[in-house]
């Protein structure tokens, strides 16, 4: 057969640099992720066998086998699973199409230490080129089940590699790797001696499903003199369905590093067994951190489903809402078919019964951290409240656990949070609302002219900077009586109660105004529903606010990036009575027959109260000339 030869894209020779001269000091990784693929292979056979009988492979013993030639100086990692036909070997080996490759160099970069580093090889799906770590070339000779022809796959990492297709090749995928020297000051250990091997797959891969089989050097001769038998290498235990005390949490971590693609620890381990009318076990973790595709669209999140110790489904998001889509983890049903199909779960009220349970254990062992260690919920918030926020506006059954657990920035905690009964609980008797106000970041926000009144009175706002913020507080509405409102919505008259101007006082400044505010209305019809007076500005000359059922601009923004077509309203100008600017230009309204100007100094002002909000002025050029225009008059 003819071999081809390709070159790696620029980014893969990136990569395949850094694997070959490793920046992760523990080596021993590149056996484990090789054994994860394989494993993943096994699980995919088996299904495709359940759910297509008339499959041409043979799944009667099914397992991973490790074979040593200290000869050689090779390591086989082999599998006889689904195994890949041509065009998916040159897809997914040669060109890393789907391991998102240039966000891994980018996270490389950023990460802070080791342990977050070596976590990112199984997280973006690059763990094959692990093997670069500890060898000077790698062959892959793999033949997918029902296919005739198999393909070889060989590069030294150098910036190329070839294709051959073959026609011995057995069922599935086998790796070898022709080791380099033992490098021990470089954490390159002798990965032909067999005790290491022993020793890495006890340490990651014990928990495999599948048999792990040793298959020992060529030389190798049993007590007999007949060459020895495979020996396996792992238990193959369930951890889920073994009571928390029989389990280390070692054990525990690696069963998460092995189905979260994740090398760091889990943030929480959480542990359910449902027995009665429908019996299954759940080992759910709460990841430490958030993974880099939390919030991409049409990626498949959802936890391991198994029948009766069966694999069925790597990526089951029926068993959690998607507002938990985070949560890694398996569960293991006893009274389920063996040939469930995605629909089937959707409409299955034994699924619908176990997400119900799923649910309220990850919410109430959110509670548990939230109250018994504030260190560890302050991660998990840090990480995760942004996503379980979405949890308030889609799934109202829970809203009740979903605010209890949930925590936001104020005014009032400088580098904290504050829970919306924290908030309750420390307002003034005559405070009847709980005050938010959202935005893009916290600095954004807590200098913005809406915020002025409530700064200067002390009154306490929650600072909402997450783009689902703008969603969720108008669909709770209120919490323990009290409503939220927004501080850039409707009317707040936070001068009620200390506003010591009499009643006639008010009435002459608003008949004051009156000539000014209706003839800016007009001026500026095409932009504001109307111009009031302000009770929110202290030192801005004008703000602009929604009408409390009005959709603010940053949800306008949003339902259009999704598709959704929507009007865009009309907003209000409230202008500031007690500004410089503001009365010297009721004055020249009440002087001048010619407002030409005027109208010029109203367009300035509601340009004003845009850019101070952090939008973009209608005319950006016209606004730049009027500004022109008026600096120049002052110098």
């Keep these: 057969m003819s071999t081809e030869t390709f070159e790696f894209q620029v980014e893969a020779r990136q990569l395949l640099q850094l694997m070959i001269h490793s920046v992760y000091s523990n080596k021993d990784v590149f056996l484990r992720e090789l054994v994860s693929n394989a494993s993943d292979a096994l699980d995919k056979l088996r299904l495709a066998k359940l759910r297509d009988d008339t499959l041409d492979a043979d799944v009667s013993d099914l397992h991973i086998e490790l074979e040593i030639d200290r000869d050689a100086r090779t390591l086989t990692v082999r599998d006889n699973g689904i195994g890949m036909s041509y065009d998916e070997v040159g897809e997914l080996i040669g060109t890393i199409a789907n391991s998102g490759t240039a966000q891994f160099l980018k996270e490389l970069k950023e990460a802070q230490d080791t342990a977050g580093a070596e976590g990112l090889i199984g997280q973006f799906g690059v763990g094959f080129y692990s093997g670069f770590m ?10 997918r089940a029902g296919e005739k022809q198999g393909t070889r796959w060989c590069s030294r990492g150098e910036g190329t590699y070839t294709l051959e297709r073959v026609d011995d090749a057995p069922q599935g995928t086998s790796v070898v790797l022709h080791l380099k020297p033992a490098d021990p000051d470089n954490q390159l250990h002798d990965y032909t001696s067999v005790w290491k091997i022993k020793e890495i797959v006890k340490r990651y891969s014990d928990f495999i499903t599948w048999p792990i089989r040793l298959v020992g050097e060529k030389s190798e001769k049993g007590d007999d003199g007949e060459a020895a038998g495979p020996e ?10 073994r009571s928390r005390d029989e389990v280390s949490e070692d054990e525990y971590h690696e069963l998460y590093k092995h189905i979260g693609h994740d090398w760091r620890e889990p943030l929480e381990t959480i542990q359910l067994h449902a027995e009665g009318t429908f019996e299954y076990q759940a080992l759910l973790f709460v990841p430490s951190h958030a993974p880099h595709d939390l919030f991409r669209q049409n990626v498949r999140h959802g936890l391991q489903l198994y029948v009766k110790r069966v694999f069925i489904m790597d990526d089951c998001e029926a068993l959690l809402p998607a507002y938990l889509r985070f949560v890694k983890g398996v569960v293991d049903a006893q009274d389920l078919s063996l040939n469930v199909s995605r629909e089937i779960l959707q409409q299955d009220r034994h699924i619908r019964m176990m997400q119900r349970r799923l649910t309220k254990k990850v919410l109430s062992s959110v509670k548990s951290m939230m109250t018994g260690d504030p260190e560890k919920y302050a991660t998990f918030w840090r990480e995760f409240g942004a996503v379980l926020k979405e949890g308030l506006v889609t799934d109202p059954d829970n809203r009740d656990a979903l605010l209890a657990v949930a925590s936001f920035a104020s005014t009032h905690e400088e580098g904290g949070a504050v829970t919306l009964k924290q908030y309750v609980e420390r307002m003034p008797e005559d405070q009847d609302d709980i005050y938010y106000i959202t935005g893009e970041s916290r600095e954004a926000i807590d ?7 409530f700064r200067e009175r002390g009154i306490e706002v929650l600072l909402l ?3 689902v913020d703008e969603v969720w507080a108008d669909a709770v509405g209120e919490f323990e009586g009290k409503r939220l409102r927004s501080v850039a919505k409707g009317e707040i008259d936070l001068d009620a109660r200390e506003d010591d101007r009499s009643e006639d006082e008010q009435k002459q400044q608003a008949e004051a105004y009156a000539g000014l505010l209706g003839w800016m209305r007009e001026r500026l019809d095409d932009d504001v529903k109307e111009v009031r007076l302000s009770t929110r500005l202290t030192r801005s000359p004008a703000c602009l606010v929604a009408d409390a059922d009005d959709l603010t601009p940053a949800l306008e923004n949003m339902y259009r990036a999704m598709g959704q077509e929507v009007p865009r309203s009309k907003r209000i100008l409230e202008l500031n009575p007690d500004h410089a600017l503001v009365k010297g230009l009721n004055e020249a309204f009440g002087e001048r027959e010619d407002r030409s ?7 300035l002002l509601h340009a004003l109260a845009v850019v101070a909000e952090g939008g973009r002025p209608k005319d950006p050029a016209r606004f730049v000339q009027l500004m022109a225009d008026r600096l120049e008059r002052t110098l």
């Design 465 to 467: 900077t997450d783009p």
């Design 232 to 241: 396996t290498l792992n238990s193959m235990k369930a951890l889920w369905a």
């Design 134 to 143: 500890v060898a000077d070339e790698v062959t892959l000779v793999t033949r």
């Design 447 to 453: 200098s913005s002219p809406h915020m002025e009144a």
């Design 597 to 603: 100007e005027l109208t010029d100094t109203a367009e």
